[in-house]
């Protein structure tokens, strides 16, 4: 066990120092607290507590930063790395697997590591402060489940990345092709109202989640995402998408896009499952796949 561990260690710890010595980590982590500092500052005084919480980890589910996940996660099997991947491989008493769960865990922890470093203090500060606005009931077992859930999407994010890296083998070709493959099939689990499936039904479902208690008993006392919410949470990606074109902001929300149930049926375990198994099944699927391969 031992001499299996030195080895895989070795390989996360240089993998962690490379990523943090890129300019893109430093970047989105620069960019990720701009973006969280603004969002907070500019509806400190209009939003509740559980809007503003799920405004601040829309980001990392829809738009934009699930880009730089992509981007870190596509990196270790594709282009000039992995010339430098198969000597190592080749010449060092590593395996193919030992190598690409490193990686991942290495990348996972990093891209982990930006998202909680920055959305832990903004999320305490926001529900523990005293804020020009009507007492929410966010809990902190709602926080916690909320992180939690957010932190596994992202894990699911990096290993369909892997899984892209390792079959198509051009960085920049894979990303496309993620992006263009990864949107549509969001949206037409939002179509369902699949927070299990869709990242946007998810960040819709946040506040639901944030207002979750402790004990189940105190559900039936909780508030539920209403159309209040839905609205501010429309609004959030009206303002993204016409950041995004370049459009004058949109002032209505389009019509049944983001009022397809309350999530009153909300499961955190359903969640778990929906991301968790196609993560270790994607991940499975890299490491046979990335085994047969020639290098």
């Known amino acids: 066990m031992g001499q299996w561990l030195m080895p895989f260690l070795a390989i996360v710890t240089h993998e ?21 500092f603004l969002t907070t500052a500019g509806n400190w005084g209009q939003m509740s507590s559980a809007l503003l919480v799920a405004s601040l980890l829309f980001s990392y589910l829809v738009f ?15 282009g000039t790395r992995l010339d430098a ?4 491989i080749l010449s060092r008493p590593v395996t193919r697997h030992e190598y690409l769960l490193a990686a991942w865990v290495a990348r996972v922890l990093v891209v982990l590591g930006v998202f909680l470093v920055v ?3 903004a999320t305490v500060i926001v529900v523990a402060a005293k804020r020009p606005v009507p007492a929410d009931d966010v809990t902190w077992y709602g926080v916690i489940a909320a992180l939690g859930v ?10 369909v990345s892997f899984l892209a890296g390792t079959l198509l083998r051009k960085p920049l070709f894979a990303v496309v ?14 179509t369902f109202s699949l927070e299990e499936f869709s990242p946007i039904s998810l960040s819709q479902a ?16 909780a508030s539920r995402t209403n159309a209040q919410d839905l609205q501010a949470i429309s609004d959030l990606g009206n303002s993204f998408i016409s950041a995004l074109t370049g ?23 359903r969640v778990i499952l929906g991301y968790g198994i196609p993560t270790l099944a994607v991940l499975g699927l890299t490491l046979f796949l990335f085994s047969r391969r020639d290098l």
Request: aromatic share 16%.
């Open 16 to 36: 962690i120092r490379f990523l943090w010595a890129s300019w893109l980590v430093r970047l989105w982590l620069i960019g990720t607290a701009l973006l969280a």
């Open 64 to 78: 934009p930063w699930f880009l730089v996940v992509f981007m870190l996660g596509i990196s270790p099997v594709t």
């Open 85 to 88: 991947l198969a000597d190592g």
């Open 119 to 121: 959305m832990i203090p």
């Open 150 to 159: 957010v932190s596994l999407v992202l894990t699911f994010l990096v290993s």
């Open 177 to 190: 092709i993620l992006t263009f493959v990864w949107f549509p099939i969001s949206m037409v689990m939002h």
């Open 206 to 221: 946040l506040p639901t989640l944030l207002r979750t208690p402790w004990k189940e008993d105190a559900l039936a006392d």
């Open 247 to 269: 459009g004058a902001p949109v002032k209505q929300r389009p019509a049944g896009f983001f009022e397809r149930g309350d999530y009153k049926d909300f499961a955190l375990t």
